[in-house]
Nanobody, 121 residues
Framework: QVQLVESGGGLVQVGGSLRLSCAAS????????VGWFRQAPGKEREFVAT????????DYADSVKGRFTISIANAKNTVYLQMNSLKPEDTAVYYC??????????????WGQGTQVTVSS
């Protein structure tokens, strides 16, 4: 069992920054990858970034490369998503998830509740 709780969302102006946190608890999760996904109203859930807890290998969607950074703080059992140079199209509910390292929601077994990110133009 793994529990995930996102936080750090909010309202930010175009070009601004936010840092999202995903706090993990439960059984050991060093075997998992942790991914970030987002979903805007009327749109399908899309991949943002993922990281392997064991190796720190990372992967990013083309739309966020160079702007977003995913990282792990082992001592806090927390995964972060640092988001810089935010654009209106980044507006969405952001979810963290634990599972198999990959780009598809179906690869992830455990999901957080989501946190809203709104970027004003």
């Amino acid at each position: 069992q793994v529990q995930l709780v996102e936080s750090g969302g909010g309202l930010v102006q175009v070009g601004g920054s936010l840092r999202l946190s995903c706090a993990a608890s439960g059984r050991t999760f060093s075997r998992f990858a942790v991914g970030w996904f987002r979903q805007a109203p009327g749109k399908e859930r899309e991949f943002v970034a993922t990281i392997s807890w064991a190796t720190y290998n990372t992967d990013y969607a083309d739309s966020v490369k160079g702007r977003f950074t995913i990282s792990i703080a082992n001592a806090k059992n927390t995964v972060y998503l640092q988001m810089n140079s935010l654009k209106p199209e980044d507006t969405a509910v952001y979810y963290c998830a634990a599972g198999r390292y990959g780009r598809y929601p179906s690869q992830y077994e455990y999901w957080g509740q989501g946190t809203q990110v709104t970027v004003s133009s």
